[in-house]
């Protein structure tokens, strides 16, 4: 088994359809599908069963699912281990982060770093979705919480305060009640935010109204006066429209953390993106 004809089948296993895989392999339909039916014909086996929901893995090829991601693996780690070396300050970069470090904190981040590597193309993927390191969907991470990968090379880069917002002409709600408002909250859907925890506790009588997975979000909604919001500092005081709340507590704070592989750190437009990044550490306001 070729690795080319691994990657069609692992795509294929993972997405469930024919059009899924071949959108996230960059191909055709009708070529996902020949070179599936090239694939089970030079197997002597059927490895999916075609059904109305989609394709599933037969017995034979669930048997070699395991198998084919280790090849998988083998194949990455060379590609890893390739682009590590490249030494020119040009080519793609991808930066993955939560949507709001993005928009409020890498702006004057990626400024320098464009005057230094004009010749680099800078992708930066947010959203609440953690970008593979292992499998080059991105090239460095930002996180709020630390990477359990121990090929990852990380470091805690700041740890940045929360505070608590309302539309700049809205009453002052009381610390410990909250009745007659209205909570923005966060989808928790994919894991637990102490800073959500921390207001719903702080104002248990106000009304859950609305919840978001981006801060922006939440903060715009709060602008307009729909509700109480708990964001970063560096969102809320970049934010018209919003009012801090002097309260007796804050929110609980959030570290950031910075992560890369390990196989491309020696690749020189990283290098210099983390260098342009720890210039700038010291210059971000509100951290801790």
């Known amino acids: 088994m070729e690795w080319s004809d691994v990657r069609i089948f692992l795509a294929i296993a993972r997405a469930g359809t024919l ?44 048997a070699v699912i395991a198998l084919a991601e280790q090849m998988e693996e083998g194949a990455l780690a060379i590609e890893r281990r390739l682009a590590g070396q490249e030494q020119a300050l040009q080519g793609t970069l991808r930066i993955s982060s939560a949507d709001w470090f993005g928009a409020y904190v890498l702006p004057p981040i990626i400024d320098d770093y464009a005057k230094i590597c004009p010749h680099v193309d800078l992708e930066i993927l947010t ?39 309302v539309a700049a002409g809205s009453p002052e709600p009381v610390y410990g009640d909250g009745a007659g408002f209205r909570l923005i909250t966060h989808d928790t859907s994919t894991g637990q935010f102490p800073d959500i925890a921390w207001l719903t506790e702080s104002f248990p009588n106000a009304k859950p109204l609305l919840r978001s997975n981006n801060r922006n979000v939440q903060g715009r909604m709060s602008r307009q006066g729909i509700g109480i919001a708990v964001l970063p500092q560096m969102v809320g005081s970049q934010m018209e429209g919003l009012r801090k709340l002097d309260l007796p507590a804050e929110p609980p704070s959030r570290d950031i953390w910075m992560g890369y592989h390990r196989d491309m750190r020696r690749l020189q437009r990283l290098r210099a993106f983390i260098a342009v990044v720890t210039d700038h550490i010291t210059k971000i306001p509100f951290q801790q």
């Not at 055709?28 to 929901?53: M, N």
């Open 19 to 62: 059009g899924a895989a071949a959108r996230t392999l960059g191909l055709s339909h009708p070529t996902v599908g020949r070179r599936l039916r090239a694939l089970e014909l030079a197997t002597g086996h059927t490895l999916f069963q075609r059904t109305a929901d989609g394709f599933i893995p037969t017995e034979e090829g669930s």
């Open 127 to 165: 959203g609440t979705r953690l970008f593979s390191l292992a499998q080059r969907e991105a090239d460095i991470a930002f996180r709020i919480v630390p990477f359990d990968n121990p090929d990852v090379v990380q470091r805690r880069l700041v740890r940045l305060p929360y505070g608590v917002y």
